[in-house]
């Protein structure tokens, strides 16, 4: 589950656990996605760099305009998406602890480190799911995390780990 970066960044928690911050950080599923980005932005710069070997009925300046145009668009595309597959996934991770009971807000940093911030889901006493939208405060009233959860079943099961972490 990723939580969305609309929280405070800046809070004053509970220190990190386990000593050292600094825990690589995995891909989280977006490699299958990488791959398909370069896939498909290498396919786009293709199409558009091949548009013009395929052969015209004379030299129509109109054709030649519409080929400019649509091979000017697919290779704008394809140069979004390899750009899109080089991008590092930086949004917050969120981790329930129903053996430990609490609540994990893991944001990625520079260099492929975590920096943990752990909350006792005792001291979270707005810990509410609505609409597809968990969210979470402290004693104090600050947001300490808003994740929108794609799809029923991942809120089903977010449903049954809140409930028995309570």
């Not at 990190?16 to 299958?32: K, Q």
């Not at 786009?44 to 070997?53: D, M, N, T």
């Not at 000017?72 to 080089?86: E, M, T, V």
């Not at 930086?90 to 893991?106: G, H, K, S, Y």
Request: aromatic content about 4%; some cysteine.
């Amino acid at each position: 589950m990723v939580a969305h970066s609309d929280f405070d960044r800046d809070l004053t928690g509970p220190p990190l656990r386990g000593g050292d911050p600094g825990i690589p950080v995995h891909d989280g599923g977006r490699g299958l996605v990488r791959i398909v980005l370069r896939l498909v932005g290498a396919g786009l710069i293709a199409a558009a760099l091949g548009l013009w070997v395929l052969p015209t009925h004379g030299p129509d300046p109109a054709m030649m305009l519409i080929k400019l145009l649509f091979s000017i668009g697919l290779f704008w595309s394809g140069a979004l998406c390899l750009h899109a597959a080089r991008l590092p996934d930086r949004r917050p991770e969120v981790q329930i602890d129903r053996t430990a009971r609490e609540l994990r807000v893991l944001s990625r940093g520079h260099g492929g480190v975590h920096h943990v911030s752990v909350h006792p889901l005792d001291d979270l006493p707005e810990l509410s799911l609505r609409d597809g939208l968990l969210s979470a405060r402290d004693r104090s009233g600050r947001l300490v995390v808003s994740l929108h959860v794609a799809g029923r079943y991942r809120e089903r099961l977010l449903r049954e780990a809140l409930a028995a972490a309570r």
